[in-house]
């Protein structure tokens, strides 16, 4: 129904940067939110940025200032800027696109994509 494909992980050293990119298809007319998620090592999984269709953000404490999270509502894409990356960022990162506010609501998610910050 819905299918979010992402790309732009890797291996970096601290203090670099990296962009992941999803990118929504599928029968669906609108996203609320898009937004990323991330679980690392032995962590459960928790909001890294999210955005609304309007524009609005919210940034997990431990990464404002350093990761920059947009979206393309025409495109349905959303894209995190990921900055002065830190080893403690290294985790699993998801792409989630869900909807609110209207019936129906749904969620869904992507494969996951590794990010590594190491030496």
């Known amino acids: 129904q819905v299918q979010l494909v992402e790309s732009g992980g890797g291996l970096v050293q601290p203090g670099g940067s990296l962009r992941l990119s999803c990118a929504a298809s599928g029968n669906f007319v609108s996203i609320s939110f898009m937004g990323w998620y991330r679980q690392g090592p032995g962590k459960e999984r928790e909001l890294v940025a999210r955005?609304?269709?309007?524009?609005?953000?919210n940034y997990a404490d431990s990464v404002k200032g350093r990761f920059t999270i947009s979206r393309d509502n025409a495109k349905n894409t959303v894209t995190l800027q990921m900055n002065s990356l830190k080893p403690e960022d290294t985790a699993v990162y998801y792409c989630?696109?869900?909807?609110?506010?209207?019936?129906?609501?749904?969620?869904?998610w992507g494969q996951g994509t590794q990010v590594t910050v190491s030496e």
């Open positions: 955005i609304a269709s309007g524009g609005s953000t």
């Open positions: 989630n696109a869900n909807r609110r506010g209207t019936v129906p609501t749904w969620d869904y």
